[in-house]
Each structure stands twice: as structure tokens, then as C-alpha cells.
């Protein structure tokens, strides 16, 4: 496995305008240095403690992405130094995210995530509450928190129609908001949909095993 050639063949293919997040949970501290050292920056993870011990092991110039699901209780520790969490899914964590980011004298990017996907296993607002806050001016009422994009995950098929008929729902949601909300990033896509995503106007996309290989 080869994680710098990886990452300059997925690169090559990919427009320039989308940013490319290296999902490197699970993965040792070695394969994220060779990542670092081809010229990765964006790293994601799904656990907080490995976010944090990873953050602690490697050069500050990383930018750290917080892609699981994040519970109001942990968020504390990454509130110091997280880029971006792309995973923020009620406005009970918006509340909390913005709380720990005052405490930090920060202002903390987030991605609201939208659940797209008919799978019970996602998290995730519905485009109906997603208006709810929208109309009622919420996210304009804390000040450290930066809404820089929404994000959502398909569901887990190979009906590639399913597929794209769940990212242009979110494209379509995106564009209608995009500037009235000042959003920067539609995130779209992993490892095996990424194509797809980047068709339907994705420019954040999160792969791991194509860049690290599959998980043990």
C-alpha cells in the first residue's frame, strides 16, 4: 500500500476546487506522517481520543477534521484545536459547540449534517428542521460558531441512482442557502460514492481506504 502515490493518483483525477479530507481513523501515527509528509494537510477522525493523542503525536500545521458522530460531553476536548466538525447534528451540540468555543476564545467551523439516507445507523437534521432553524434565524444567535457548509452520507447501497438521488436532494438544499447563509462547502462523498458526489457538486470529499487501505 503505497499512501503517497494514493494520494497523488486520487488527486490527480479529482477538480481542484475540491478539498480532499484523509479519513485516518484507525490508522497509525506512521501512515498519517507519510500522508503529511506527500503534502496532506486535512485529516478526519471519528473518535475523540484518537483525535486528540494524534493531534498531540503530530505537526501543528495539521488540520483536523471531526467526522463521527460527537456526543455535547466531548467536545471540550477538541474545542482547542479542531478545524472543522463536520458532524453537528442538533442544536443541543450548536449550543455546546458554541459554548467551548468562547471558553477557547475561537470561533469553531461546522458543517451542519443532513440525514439524506433512509438508514436508521446515520444521524443527522431533516430538511424540514434544517428550514425550522433557518427561518427562525438561529444560527445567526452564536457568535463562535462559523456554519461553513452542510454534509451528508448516502445510504450504504450499490443502487448508484439511489445514490446520486440522495447527494442532489442535499445539492439542491446547498444551493437554496448557499448565500443567503454564506456557505463555502457542499460535503459529499466517500471512498466508494466519491464520484458520484463530485458530479452532484460536492467540494469536501472523505476517503480513507483509498488513500490508507481497507481497515483491519
Given at each position: 500500500?503505497?499512501?503517497?502515490?494514493?494520494?497523488?493518483?486520487?488527486?490527480?483525477k479529482?477538480?481542484?476546487?475540491?478539498?480532499?479530507?484523509?479519513?485516518s481513523?484507525?490508522?497509525?501515527?506512521?501512515?498519517?506522517?507519510?500522508?503529511?509528509?506527500?503534502?496532506?494537510?486535512?485529516?478526519?477522525?471519528?473518535?475523540?481520543?484518537?483525535?486528540?493523542?494524534?493531534?498531540?503525536?503530530?505537526?501543528?500545521?495539521?488540520?483536523?477534521?471531526?467526522?463521527?458522530?460527537?456526543?455535547?460531553?466531548?467536545?471540550?476536548?477538541?474545542?482547542?484545536?479542531?478545524?472543522?466538525?463536520?458532524?453537528?447534528?442538533?442544536?443541543?451540540?450548536?449550543?455546546?459547540?458554541?459554548?467551548?468555543?468562547?471558553?477557547?476564545?475561537?470561533?469553531?467551523?461546522?458543517?451542519?449534517?443532513?440525514?439524506?439516507?433512509?438508514?436508521?445507523?446515520?444521524?443527522?437534521?431533516?430538511?424540514?428542521?434544517?428550514?425550522?432553524?433557518?427561518?427562525?434565524?438561529?444560527?445567526?444567535?452564536?457568535?463562535?460558531?462559523?456554519?461553513?457548509?452542510?454534509?451528508?452520507?448516502?445510504?450504504?447501497?450499490?443502487?448508484?441512482?439511489?445514490?446520486?438521488?440522495?447527494?442532489?436532494?442535499?445539492?439542491?438544499?446547498?444551493?437554496?442557502?448557499?448565500?443567503?447563509?454564506?456557505?463555502?462547502?457542499?460535503?459529499?462523498g466517500?471512498?466508494?460514492?466519491?464520484?458520484?458526489?463530485?458530479?452532484?457538486q460536492?467540494?469536501?470529499?472523505?476517503?480513507?481506504?483509498?488513500?490508507f487501505?481497507?481497515?483491519?
Open positions: 500500500m503505497n499512501i503517497a502515490n494514493n494520494l497523488s493518483e486520487i488527486k490527480s479529482i477538480p481542484r476546487y475540491v478539498k480532499l479530507v484523509a479519513v481513523k484507525t490508522k497509525p501515527v506512521e501512515d498519517l506522517e507519510v500522508a503529511y509528509k506527500a503534502g496532506q494537510l486535512h485529516f478526519g477522525e471519528n473518535k475523540i481520543q484518537e483525535l486528540v493523542s494524534k493531534h498531540d503525536a503530530l505537526p501543528k500545521d495539521i488540520k483536523w477534521h471531526m467526522i463521527g458522530h460527537l456526543q455535547t460531553n466531548k467536545v471540550k476536548y477538541i474545542a482547542p484545536f479542531v478545524h472543522l466538525i463536520h458532524s453537528v447534528d442538533s442544536v443541543k451540540l450548536i449550543k455546546e459547540v458554541n459554548k467551548q468555543a468562547v471558553k477557547n476564545d475561537r470561533i469553531i467551523n461546522v458543517l451542519i449534517q443532513i440525514d439524506i439516507s433512509k438508514d436508521e445507523t446515520k444521524f443527522g437534521f431533516s430538511f424540514n428542521d434544517f428550514e425550522l432553524i433557518f427561518n427562525d434565524n438561529l444560527l445567526s444567535t452564536f457568535n463562535n460558531i462559523k456554519v461553513i457548509g452542510l454534509m451528508g452520507m448516502a445510504s450504504f447501497t450499490n443502487d448508484k441512482n439511489i445514490v446520486r438521488g440522495q447527494f442532489n436532494s442535499l445539492k439542491e438544499l446547498y444551493v437554496k442557502h448557499k448565500e443567503s447563509l454564506s456557505l463555502e462547502f457542499l460535503s459529499m466517500m471512498s466508494g460514492d466519491y464520484n458520484i458526489a463530485i458530479e452532484c460536492s467540494n469536501l470529499i472523505r476517503l480513507g481506504s483509498t488513500i487501505g481497507k481497515r483491519k
